[in-house]
C-alpha cells in the first residue's frame, strides 16, 4: 500500500522564506526516494484555519445536525485537517520561528489535531498519545541562535512546543532540521541553510 505524506507550511515570508525551501526539500528527498508516495500539501498561511473557539469545542461535541449552521464550515475545516493528520504516514512541516514561538497559523492547525479521543486520551494511567505509528519531520527557520547551551536557548518556544505536542501525541519518530542565524547576515544565512540542506540530503527513505 502506497503511504501517504502530508507536507505542511505555514511561514508568512512567501518566496522568501527558508523554512519553506526546506519542507519543499524534505518532500523532494523522500518522494525520490520513494515515488509511491501520495502528497497532500496544506499552505496554512494561504489558506488559514480560524482559530479555536468555545462555539467550535461545544458543536463538536453536538450531536450530527444539531449545532448551528453557521459554523459547519468551520466544523469541515478543522475536520479535514484532523483526518489528513490521522491519514499520514509521515508528516513535513515547515516551521518559521516568529516571535519565539510557531506561526500562529500553525498555532490554530495543531488545535485542529490535538482532539481527545482521536489523537490522545486521558486514562487513570494519564494522558496516551493515541496517533503514534507516524514519522514526523519539522524543518525549521530561525533568525537567531537558540541551540542548547546558548544564551537564549530558553527562549526557543517552536521546536520544544512542537516536540512537546507530538510526543504528547504519541509520535516517537521525530526529526527536526534547523537553519540557525539566518538573520546574522548572508554567509550565515548561507552556511546555515548549506548545512540544513546535507542533513535533508541524508534522511532515511520514507
Ligand atoms: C514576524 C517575525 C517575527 C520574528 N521573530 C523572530 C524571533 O523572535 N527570533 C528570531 O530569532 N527570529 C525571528 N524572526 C526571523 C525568522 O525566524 C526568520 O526570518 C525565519 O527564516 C522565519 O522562517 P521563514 O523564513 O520560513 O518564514 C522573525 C521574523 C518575522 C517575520
Excluded at 508568512?12 to 518522494?31: F, T, Y
Excluded at 450531536?63 to 508528516?91: I, Y
Amino acid at each position: 500500500m502506497s503511504k501517504n505524506l502530508l507536507h505542511i507550511d505555514s511561514s508568512i515570508l512567501g518566496g522568501h522564506s527558508v523554512s519553506r525551501a526546506l519542507s519543499a526539500s524534505v518532500v523532494a528527498k523522500l518522494k525520490a526516494a520513494n515515488p509511491g508516495l501520495a502528497v497532500t500539501y496544506k499552505d496554512l498561511a494561504a489558506e488559514p484555519i480560524p482559530h479555536l473557539s468555545g462555539a467550535h469545542l461545544a458543536a463538536a461535541q453536538a450531536r450530527e445536525g444539531q449545532h448551528d449552521p453557521a459554523l459547519a464550515q468551520d466544523l469541515a475545516v478543522g475536520g479535514k485537517a484532523l483526518e489528513e493528520f490521522l491519514a499520514a504516514d509521515v508528516v513535513v512541516i515547515g516551521v518559521g520561528f516568529y516571535n519565539f514561538g510557531i506561526a500562529s497559523q500553525l498555532k490554530a492547525w495543531v488545535d485542529r489535531v490535538a482532539v481527545a479521543g482521536k489523537t490522545f486520551r486521558y486514562s487513570e494511567k494519564g494522558a496516551e498519545g493515541l496517533a503514534g505509528g507516524k514519522r514526523v519531520i519539522l524543518a525549521i527557520s530561525r533568525g537567531g541562535f537558540y541551540a542548547a547551551g546558548s544564551p537564549a536557548a530558553g527562549f526557543e518556544h517552536a521546536e520544544t512546543y512542537l516536540r512537546g505536542v507530538f510526543g504528547f501525541l504519541g509520535v516517537t519518530d521525530l526529526q527536526v532540521i534547523v537553519a540557525e542565524g539566518v538573520a546574522a547576515g548572508p554567509a550565515q544565512r548561507e552556511a546555515s541553510v548549506k548545512a540544513a540542506q546535507e542533513q535533508i540530503a541524508a534522511l532515511q527513505a520514507a
